[in-house]
């Protein structure tokens, strides 16, 4: 009998063990091997408006070392800003450390299956460039499935706009007192095989926030918390990358949506410049509704129909997606919510108002006026017909609505310094009179004549400075004055 005893005692000791050991390799899964990158041979770095730009080309582990090696003051910068994030969890909620760590270790197995192999690859070139553990990265990109926040976004054109252009704005409303806006970062990618984009993001995040596409495919995301969710299927940041590396079309973007396992409650407004026309897609872990613009199939009470325009906040228009929220006052009525009454409303009226006379200036105005008040981390609005692109992020702790917005001509940047086009030289003075300082030229703007830009129609008379290529390498200093102030008056693609 005691001998019994004894061999149950092993063998349950045993499969402890067992159980121990196969635990830590399943939190601890493998990597490929490092590689040798010379980050220069196919990227560069610069600055635009004081904000970085990389430039990411070629494999995934080659890109991931170049993020590394171009940004990586900013990436370890957000490496302590996640351990500050890790301390704060501990002090708000008493979340040890280490229980932290578990619960995102956990999250990002479960989540392991669906996330592409060239994005974990991408991942170990940026840990080898920064010289951090992969796990940090690995944690990181899975935080989407584990917290909340409150978005907006909105798209306009055709009949809604001055210019018939598309325009997509998106507010990404997040905490601002972390710090994560001084790890900001402009991402041009060309990856191989892919579609090449721009990420207005992080520097120690591969995956996608906001951004656009070369094709015109322009991507906002809206949080909606639900009771259907699940740790298992492909973080957002994850699913909005894939929709700018893969899809050119609307269609593209419907297939991915509606084929991809999805985690947990988001909305989603994506554009597309080409076509001008833009859906709106509400999910959970089981569920997605699709909505075009003035779509008949939102027959909520609370739905605001508009041609030639779709935007969303966090209340799904679809009745089974919404018995399901959590957000926006659900199971009641969302009326009363921020996410109704300020941000869904505040787009809808706004859009209204300046319905056929919406230029950059005025979308940039809406984008501002939607914002989540102390929350906004950073701000984006998209031309996606002529692919320009503004930014703003937040400023010590300052909302990203009320910074200045910085213009990225991507078709421009898209080119190697050494390679772009001399700007086109000013006018002569008896013809565009230009004030030297940036500041005066508010008092000009009715007096000189506009140029053309390379559309054939009249650009605005805002600055633009570019500095001269620093030598030694691809390092350059492009300076753009294109601020929302600036812009009050005229659009970047059309003035009056």
Sequence with gaps: MATLVKRILLATVGLILALIFGGFLWLNPGRGPREEVDPY??????T?????????????YEMGYQRGYFARDKVALSVEIFDGLLDQAQEEMGLPRFAANLILDVTYQLCAPFIPERYKREMEGLADASGFNLKIFRRAHVLSVLTERACSSFTVWGNATEDGKLYHGRNFDWITSAGLEDTAVL????????????SAGYAGLISVLSGMNMDGISIGQIGAITDDGSLRGLPMEFFLRRVLEECSTLDDVTGLVT???????????????????????????????????????????????????????????????RSLQRCANAPNMPYGSNSYDHRYLGMATRIQE??????????????KATAMKNANLHAVLTNSTDRQLWVAHAKKGQDAAAQSFVRYDLPRLFIHPDERPELQAPAEPDEAPVAEDPEDVEGQEDEVEQPE???????????????EEVEGDADTDVREEETLEEEAGTTPDSAE
């Design 41 to 46: 041979e196919k990227g560069w770095h610069e």
């Design 48 to 60: 635009v408006e004081d904000t970085l730009v990389i430039h990411l080309r070629g494999a995934p």
């Design 187 to 198: 991402a041009l990618y060309e990856p191989d095989g892919f579609r090449p984009f721009a």
């Design 259 to 321: 084929s991809v396992k999805h985690t947990v409650g988001f909305n989603y407004v994506v554009g597309d410049g080409e076509a001008r026309d833009a859906r709106a897609y509400e999910t959970t872990a089981n569920h997605v509704a699709i909505f075009g613009p003035n779509d008949p199939l939102e027959t909520v009470e609370y739905a605001i129909r508009i041609e030639d325009a779709v935007f969303r906040s966090d209340e799904a228009m679809d009745p089974v997606v």
């Design 354 to 367: 300046h319905y056929g006379a919406i230029n950059a200036a005025v979308a940039l105005d809406i984008v």
């Design 453 to 467: 830009d390379v559309d054939g129609e009249e650009a605005s008379d805002e600055t633009e400075e570019f500095a």
